[in-house]
């Protein structure tokens, strides 16, 4: 039996270290009032360890009053996420920072698992540990809100407790299933808060799919005022950053590569969303998927290519988004994709000015921008249609339920369909 002795989930030995830690910080903290920074990773550190355990006892300890919290170079083994609170900055030392996923393990289990049940009885739970945050699935419930999450409290032999209950009815044999797929960082009901200056490593060639509104590189949910600054969230096995029910999101000057989904995920209302500078490539579905009621927000600035579908993908309530500068490229499908949605919840009065939108469909065909939402004010100004490898088939494609844009001062390169082309009724 494995006993918790901290909130935290730390294991005894993780304690005492903890304990020693305080008191070194305690010692250090008076002179550094004013500042009100502790340093982690290395021997000259506040907080020595290379793990998410050490990171975490640095990010409480600061919470108290608000504050830094420094990581020097070096590798962080992340076996469960890293949860950023209010007030505090979490800032590293560059790309040599690296907060770097563990293995990840993954079990059946072998009980119906039920609404608002906290416990788990598995086939095997080696590799399982106390203080890991886990998802539990089943075949008609493994994607988004369907998903539960939870920390595991104990373990006694096939018997995985957990901290929260789970959300659904949960089916043994309808592959149900339970892993530790979870975050690098997460930061859940928080407000002013900033992670800049360094890596999260997803690991995805040791990790299982984890589902993007629960966890992702980095994930937001609940939270305001919020910024990610020069960060590189790479090889994560789900999506590279994904904020839910979220106000005043910055995302900026940032490498997001490699995610198992999208790259960029902002949704379920978040509204006042900035994104800028940043360089979002080769993740497996859209390098921007801009999700529901996602509204007066600005994306300037970036690059969104070599996604596996679409550079940007918009569509459910989101609308008055001005998208400005952005260099969107050799994506596999579309450039740009308003998705079909109802007039009523169409995404209105959004603004394209100044991209570049070039060789996009170099999956084997798909256009610049396509329309497939009756979207109203709809504005294209002083875009660039490239399309020197000729994948674009069309610059625009407007589909029946699609209404036609304002365009004014576009410059267009040759396509095979043309300019601006409307999809016929069939006969």
């Known amino acids: 039996m494995k006993t918790i002795f901290l909130l935290s989930f730390l294991s ?3 304690f005492l270290n903890a304990q020693e830690n305080k008191s070194k910080i305690d010692a250090l903290v008076s002179p550094r009032i004013a500042t009100r920074e502790i340093t982690v990773g290395g021997a000259n550190a506040d907080v020595q ?8 006892f640095a990010i409480d300890y600061v919470a108290q009053t608000g504050g830094t919290v420094k990581l020097n ?8 996420p890293v949860r ?8 590293g ?31 095997n739970t080696e590799g399982f540990e106390t203080g890991m945050k886990i998802q539990v699935t089943d075949n008609d419930n493994s994607g988004c809100w369907n998903v539960s999450t939870a920390y595991i409290t104990d373990i006694m032999d096939n018997v995985i407790y957990i901290d929260n209950g789970l959300i659904r009815d949960y089916r043994s044999d309808q592959n149900g299933l339970v892993s530790n797929a979870s975050s690098v960082i997460e930061v859940l009901d928080a407000e002013n808060a900033e992670i800049a200056s360094l890596t999260a490593d997803g690991n995805s060639a040791e990790n299982f799919f984890a589902d993007g509104c629960n966890s992702a590189g980095i994930l937001i949910l ?23 029910i979220t106000e005043n999101i910055t995302i900026k000057n940032s490498e997001i590569s490699g995610s198992g989904n999208n790259g960029l995920h902002p949704g379920t209302g978040s509204p006042f969303t900035t994104i800028a ?31 596996g579908r679409f550079g940007i993908c918009t569509g459910h309530k989101d609308t008055d988004v001005l998208f400005e500068n952005n260099h969107i490229f050799n994506n596999k499908s579309d450039g740009v994709n308003l998705r079909g949605e109802r007039e009523s919840n169409a995404p209105h009065r959004n603004i394209f000015v100044n991209n570049t939108i070039e060789n996009n469909g ?34 625009i494609y407007v589909y029946m339920a699609g209404l036609k844009p304002e365009l004014t001062d576009n410059i267009f390169e040759h396509h095979e369909f043309g300019e601006i082309v409307f999809e016929k009724k069939q006969e």
């Open 12 to 14: 005894l030995s993780v």
């Open 49 to 56: 360890g290379f793990d998410n355990h050490s990171i975490q």
């Open 73 to 80: 170079r070096g590798v962080y083994t992340i076996v469960a």
């Open 222 to 244: 609940r939270s305001k005022k919020i910024t990610v600054d020069n960060v590189h969230v790479k090889d994560f096995n789900g999506e590279g950053i994904s904020w839910q």
């Open 93 to 123: 030392a560059g790309n040599e920072t690296v907060l770097k996923r563990a293995k990840g393990v993954q079990t059946r289990y072998i009980i119906d698992a039920d609404y608002g049940e906290l416990k788990l009885t598995v086939e």
């Open 84 to 91: 950023l609170k209010s007030n505090v900055k979490l800032i």
């Open 277 to 307: 500078n940043n360089n979002v490539h080769h993740n497996a579905l859209d390098g921007l998927f801009i999700c529901w009621r996602v509204y007066q927000s600005k994306v300037s600035g970036n690059q969104f290519h070599n996604n």
């Open 362 to 395: 170099a999956g084997g065909g798909g256009y610049g921008f396509s329309i497939n939402s009756p979207a109203k004010d709809l504005v294209l100004k002083q875009n660039t249609f490239k399309n020197s490898a000729g994948t674009q088939k069309a610059a």
